[in-house]
């Protein structure tokens, strides 16, 4: 029997309040644009007029067309400075009160979620809610959609959640989310028959601040570039520098793995040292949703003993796939079950070319815990996105695309200057050199990476599809020399960034807009 689907909601929510005041970054350039729904004021480029604003009618049109249930689910966040013990060592750094790696924020698929965010920061910061196709003056991105939150302000995030699916929060303000301002967003389908057991939501990261620098004093350092130093002999294995590392390298992501030193590497906030344990009975099927949280690291993540059924990548689902391990970009998410044996296992997750691991414990009966340096298995080659195919039910319907954008990817580390079709973005800016689209045309996005480096690439407010029947997805890794042709369908209105999920690529500038003309 088919479950009767939500009803529709023909009214759009109030509006959500904001007590925030503009500052000079808020006033970009030119003409000015009201943002009247919630009594703000920006500052566009001329050309600005020709794109829809946040808040206009469309964006409130869509909202109204999405499934609601009718459920309001209240959450008070607070960004603040925290204090974490990590394995015995005490580290500063910044932090949500209300939600973290181990404390999802979770509502049904329809329900309106009303998150409060309180800035007890120094610095001014927002919240995005990455891979959700939500309304567009919601998603967090400053400059573009709503002004930054400034120390002191709250604002208010309402919106209707979108589509069922592993999803999760950070700021987009500088490099704030390589500290622990992130946290997961589950979104249940109540109509989905569980065929699992058990739970684990499992949020992968890469961790430095307070231990060896600050984010900040990371990405002042690369900003230097490396100039002279990537022919560099480092005998196989990676070498610090600084905060830098030169030679890690990965097969799997065509070179170059990464450039930052991280001295830890956390499975729910807990590094190697000090790992969560998963308890579960033998033979028990247990769903993981595996995020990676990252701000420089690729992860490769499997258990011990035990094979992965994956079964959706960044919220949608995929045809079942078996896989021993699976890759997994910053930004990305993976859904999979396993099948729980008899024993102690190592949950891992291998950090590609900088030979070091987060790990977790599964424990379903007797046994010592594995033992340090524990690897992974390779005997059957590591599942990325390609080898993936969309469920029947979220394909996209076959469509002649009614426009192609281009976004070729540009930069190199010797003066990082990363970039996409070689010019970085300005966020003070951020229409200037915007891609224009239409709503209701089917979009073909054509990646081609000009670097010798790997980016994962993060589109806001929609997910695409994979060629050739592809997974549905919202971030995708393309590798240095290869291109990746995406198409979505223009369906959310707003001005949306695309960009690079490796956080210091992005901050240094490899981002652009796409935004829907009016």
């Known amino acids: 029997m088919t479950p009767a689907p939500y009803p529709r909601t023909s009214s759009t929510p109030e509006r959500p309040r904001m007590t925030v005041s503009l500052n000079r970054r808020q006033f970009l350039a030119a003409s000015t644009l009201t943002l009247a729904a919630v009594g703000l004021a920006a500052c566009t480029p001329r050309q600005g007029s020709a794109f829809l604003?946040?808040?206009?009618?469309?964006?409130?049109?869509?909202?109204?067309?999405?499934?609601?249930?009718?459920?309001?689910?209240?959450?008070?966040?607070?960004?603040?400075?925290?204090?974490?013990?990590?394995?015995?060592?005490?580290?500063?750094?910044?932090?949500?009160?209300?939600?973290?790696?181990?404390?999802?924020?979770?509502?049904?698929?329809?329900?309106?979620?009303?998150?409060?965010?309180?800035?007890?920061?120094?610095?001014?910061?927002?919240?995005h809610w990455h891979g959700l196709a939500l309304r567009n003056d919601m998603d967090g991105v400053p400059g573009l959609t709503q002004p930054a939150i400034k120390a002191g302000d709250t604002f208010t995030y309402q919106f209707a959640l979108p589509h069922a699916g592993t999803y999760w929060f950070h700021p987009h303000v500088g490099t704030q989310l390589d500290r622990g301002l992130y946290a997961p967003l589950i979104i249940d389908d109540p109509?989905?028959?569980a065929a699992y057991d058990r739970e684990w939501v499992i949020v992968l990261d890469d961790w430095l601040d307070g231990v060896t620098a600050t984010p900040d004093d990371v990405f002042a350092e690369l900003s230097?570039?490396?100039?002279?130093?990537?022919?560099?002999?480092?005998?196989?294995?990676?070498?610090?520098?600084?905060n830098t590392l030169m030679g890690a390298t990965s097969d799997l992501l065509g070179g170059d793995a990464g450039d930052v030193y991280y001295p830890l590497y956390l499975i729910n906030g807990r590094?190697?040292?000090?790992?969560?344990?998963?308890?579960?009975?033998?033979?028990?099927?247990?769903?993981?949703?595996?995020?990676?949280?990252?701000?420089?690291?690729?992860?490769r993540f499997g258990v011990t003993g035990h094979q992965l059924t994956i079964t959706h990548t960044d919220g949608y689902p995929v045809a079942p796939h078996e896989a021993e391990s699976v890759v997994i970009g910053m930004g990305e998410r993976y859904d999979a079950i396993l099948t729980a044996g008899d024993g102690v296992f190592a949950v891992i997750a291998e950090a590609l070319g900088k030979v070091d691991q987060a790990v977790a414990i599964l424990s379903t009966g007797a046994g010592s815990p594995p033992p340090p340096g524990t690897a992974l298995p390779q005997a059957r080659t590591p599942t990325v996105a390609a080898d993936l195919t969309a469920a029947d039910d979220v394909a996209l319907g076959s469509k002649r695309a009614d426009r192609t954008i281009a976004l070729e990817l540009t930069g190199t580390m010797e003066k990082y200057d990363w970039a996409i079709n070689g010019t970085r973005m300005n966020m003070d800016n951020p229409l200037r050199d915007a891609l224009a689209i239409s709503e209701g045309e089917r979009i073909a996005l054509t990646i081609t990476n000009s670097t010798t480096m790997w980016h994962p690439m993060h589109l806001h407010g929609h997910t695409y599809q994979h060629p050739d029947g592809g997974p549905r997805k919202d971030t995708s890794i393309v590798l240095p020399g290869q291109s990746l042709r995406l198409e979505f369908d223009a369906d959310n209105p707003g001005r949306w960034l695309t960009h690079c999920h490796n956080l210091y690529h992005g901050e240094a500038g490899m981002m652009a807009t796409i935004a829907y003309q009016q």
């Open 224 to 242: 230097r570039g490396m100039g002279g130093m990537g022919g560099m002999d480092h005998g196989g294995m990676p070498m610090r520098m600084g």
């Open 53 to 127: 604003s946040p808040t206009a009618d469309a964006v409130d049109a869509a909202e109204a067309g999405r499934l609601t249930t009718g459920a309001t689910i209240e959450r008070a966040l607070t960004a603040e400075p925290v204090t974490l013990d990590l394995a015995g060592q005490t580290v500063n750094t910044w932090g949500y009160r209300g939600a973290s790696a181990a404390e999802p924020i979770r509502g049904n698929v329809g329900d309106l979620l009303r998150v409060t965010l309180t800035n007890d920061l120094p610095d001014p910061t927002t919240v």
């Open 271 to 299: 590094p190697r040292l000090d790992p969560e344990t998963f308890t579960a009975k033998p033979g028990e099927r247990i769903r993981l949703r595996i995020i990676n949280a990252g701000g420089d690291t690729a992860f």
């Open 191 to 193: 109509r989905e028959r």
